[in-house]
């Protein structure tokens, strides 16, 4: 799987959107880009993922470059429980079952 | 419904002790991982199940550990001779299978393994 490159930590105010970015300047064709955030004392927990094209959930929004190098993670309104380590994971799913995961980026949300 | 349950939450044991650590994945689930967490580090994977046979277990750190998913659904990761290195959160994850897609893998809240 392509490797990532994260900013280890980042800070946001309360209410305001967060953005999340991520490197993968060697991602393949049939691979996606995953994000999975760990609140303290928690297990990893999914949020969004993409292909090719920009993706949005309840949770988050996903906006990935044309060339695919690079994307962003949008938390829109973003809250006290928001704060947690983010990782960005690209996995071409399938046969290949491994995460491999960064050490992520710190996002703590200030009040 | 029932999210991914791992026992204990917590095990604290002696150097060169035998330990069992148990993953429920969600039903139906066929896909079954376990993970390694060392402080400030992100999850590292250590084998695969898909359903009852352990398809990677290439991460596995050496032969002290073994993991067994006899009936394809509760897993056990089992360590021999505990290591203080050993200390860690073990985290266990499942997915569904189906082609043409991936959902993502459901974590559980992990079992801290202390070794002193």
């Known amino acids: 799987d392509a490797k990532t490159t994260q900013p280890p930590s980042m800070d946001c105010a309360e209410g305001r959107a967060a953005n999340l970015p991520c490197n993968h300047s060697?991602?393949?064709?049939?691979?996606?880009v995953y994000w999975y955030r760990q609140i303290h004392s928690q297990g990893p927990q999914y949020i969004i993922h993409?292909?090719?094209n920009n993706e949005t959930n309840e949770m988050a929004s996903l906006i990935i470059t044309e060339d695919r190098k690079s994307s962003t993670l949008i938390l829109p309104h973003a809250t006290l429980r928001d704060t947690a380590v983010y990782y960005c994971?690209?996995?071409?799913?399938?046969?290949?079952?491994?995460?491999?995961f960064g050490k992520g980026t710190l996002l703590t949300v200030n009040p | 419904g029932a999210g991914v349950s791992q026992t204990p939450s917590n095990k604290v044991t002696e150097k060169g002790k035998y330990v069992e650590l148990r993953c429920d994945p969600i039903?139906?689930?066929?896909?079954l991982y376990w993970y390694r967490q060392s402080l400030g580090q992100g999850p590292e994977f250590l084998i695969y199940?898909?359903?009852?046979?352990?398809?990677?277990d290439s991460g596995l750190p050496n032969d002290r550990f073994f993991a067994v998913r006899p009936e394809g659904s509760v897993s056990t990761l089992k360590i021999q001779r505990t290591e203080r290195g050993d200390s860690a959160v073990y985290l266990c994850?499942?997915?569904?299978?189906?082609?043409?897609?991936?959902?993502?893998?459901?974590f559980g809240p992990g079992t801290r393994l202390t070794v002193l």
């Open positions: 994850a499942s997915s569904p299978r189906r082609q043409g897609g991936e959902l993502g893998q459901f």
């Open positions: 060697t991602i393949s064709g049939n691979e996606y």
């Open positions: 993409g292909l090719k």
């Open positions: 994971i690209v996995y071409s799913g399938g046969s290949n079952y491994k995460l491999t």
């Open positions: 039903s139906g689930h066929t896909a």
């Open positions: 199940f898909q359903g009852t046979g352990a398809a990677d």
